[in-house]
């Protein structure tokens, strides 16, 4: 089926700003409460949010196979679980409606105020529910640029396979939640013995993550080339971090307390239709992979994404740019590979990419990294310098994909540190 909505030439009659994240051939979807405390599945279009359950009910997707509920829910898990074609079918859709040569809606005021919200009017919740969450440890510049710290090597298994854990998704929270310092054990240098109290090094990580359907049965394992079929979209993903129960904890075991306590993404899910122009190559693997992760083709993205730090009361400062493209093992790889032993995925599920690091300085997507764990500090543009983040920062993240026809982003992921009760 033709992917009408992402034709560069089309323009909407909504007003959308210059170097817009959401340009009329992005159309990402999520979920939001209306001004009338209404909870809706929408999509947005430059600075508007648009109620797809009242386009649904005015008869705008007529001709699509839809349950009457479909957009009256407070999750797109029922969505995703339609599959590609559903989603092809109302993308092309809606970008037809506010198209600026299609006058259905534009001319009908009636339908119009019952349908677009201004962006500031509504409150955007967590798009999906998320059964599981698995994070991927998928950059070698992050894996290096660690190891490399602590004089270790990558471990044999790591060029191999892509590496992973399984997270909690009970604490994953959408962007604007505030974010409360955690406690736990660590174990000092100096001490005889663990102590217990509020983390010192909670760090950021800048990654993306990317949402599944419906995919497989228990006990059945997903091709390497029919992984695309079952990725709906991508967010931005920040998977938080207290280094110092990070490091008491994960002998010999992997994380535990140190993540678990919050992992925040960004509200729009940007399909992965918007973002098939964006297609590249990934890094070279060597040695080759085993047969079951064996790819070609271009199987990764070209998503620029910026890390910033802003303290309260004042103005952010950015501290990485770095790009989703350098990582090592791609989407295709870690779903087949999480299925491969007949794990089974279902709609919603949600997968990081693991911190995504360039190769110098300033394309780091940790301060573990930016700051060479606290020993050279980052100064900021208020003149103080950060080791980690303070109580009262707000982490923020960007990602974009652009060429010279359209500019296609996420929005942001923001969270502010609060100080531990």
Same mark, same amino acid.
């Given at each position: !089926?033709?992917?009408?909505?992402?034709?560069?030439?089309?323009?909407?009659?909504?007003?959308?700003?210059?170097?817009?994240?959401? #340009?009329? $051939?992005?159309?990402?979807?999520?979920?939001?409460? @209306?001004? +009338?405390?209404?909870?809706?599945?929408?999509?947005? /279009?430059?600075?508007?949010?648009?109620?797809?359950?009242?386009?649904?009910?005015?008869?705008?997707? +007529?001709? /699509? #196979?839809?349950?009457?509920? !479909?957009?009256?829910?407070?999750?797109?898990?029922?969505?995703?679980?339609?599959? $590609?074609? @559903?989603?092809?079918?109302?993308?092309?859709?809606?970008?037809?409606?506010?198209?600026?040569?299609?006058n259905k809606l534009k001319e009908n005021k009636k339908h119009r105020e019952k349908v677009i919200f201004d962006i500031d009017e509504i409150e955007m919740l967590l798009p999906v529910d998320i059964g599981d969450f698995t994070d991927f440890y998928s950059s070698k510049n992050h894996a290096m640029n660690v190891v490399s710290m602590f004089g270790n090597a990558l471990t044999p298994n790591w060029l191999h396979m892509p590496l992973a854990y399984h997270g909690r998704s009970s604490s994953i929270v959408v962007s604007g939640k505030k974010?409360?310092?955690?406690?736990? $054990? @660590?174990?000092?240098?100096g001490e005889k013995s663990p102590v217990f109290g509020p983390s010192k090094l909670v760090d950021f990580e800048l990654e993306m993550g990317f949402i599944t359907t419906d995919a497989n049965k228990l006990g059945k394992s997903i091709d390497i080339n029919e992984t695309d079929a079952y990725i709906f979209g991508m967010v931005l993903l920040n998977d938080w971090s207290a280094r110092d129960i990070q490091k008491w904890e994960s002998e010999p075991l992997g994380p535990f307390l140190a993540k678990s306590f919050a992992t925040t993404i960004s509200p729009w899910i940007v399909t992965m239709d918007a973002l098939e122009p964006f297609r590249v190559e990934s890094p070279e693997q060597d040695p080759k992979p085993l047969e079951y992760l064996q790819q070609e083709g271009k199987n990764s993205y070209d998503i620029k994404l910026v890390a910033s730090i802003k303290p309260k009361k004042q103005k952010r400062t950015v501290v990485s740019k770095t790009n989703y493209k350098y990582n090592y093992w791609t989407m295709g790889q870690q779903l087949a590979h999480q299925t491969v032993n007949g794990c089974n995925v279902r709609s919603g599920d949600l997968y990081g990419s693991g911190t995504n690091s360039g190769s110098k300085e300033g394309t780091y997507g940790s301060m573990l990294e930016l700051t060479m764990a606290g020993s050279k500090p980052i100064k900021l543009n208020d003149g103080t310098e950060r080791k980690f983040i303070n109580d009262g920062d707000t982490v923020i993240l960007k990602g974009y994909c652009k060429n010279k026809n359209v500019r296609i982003g996420f929005g942001e992921c923001k969270s502010r540190l609060r100080k531990a009760k």
């Open positions: !089926m033709k992917i009408t909505a992402n034709n560069p030439e089309k323009r909407s009659w909504l007003h959308i700003e210059k170097n817009c994240d959401f #340009p009329i $051939q992005n159309i990402p979807f999520g979920v939001f409460l @209306t001004n +009338e405390d209404i909870t809706t599945i929408g999509t947005r /279009i430059g600075n508007y949010a648009i109620d797809l359950a009242a386009l649904h009910q005015l008869g705008y997707f +007529e001709g /699509i #196979p839809l349950t009457d509920d !479909m957009f009256m829910q407070d999750s797109l898990n029922d969505f995703i679980s339609d599959g $590609q074609t @559903t989603w092809r079918l109302v993308r092309n859709r809606i970008a037809d409606i506010f198209d600026d040569k299609n974010i409360r310092r955690p406690k736990g $054990q @660590t174990f000092p240098k």
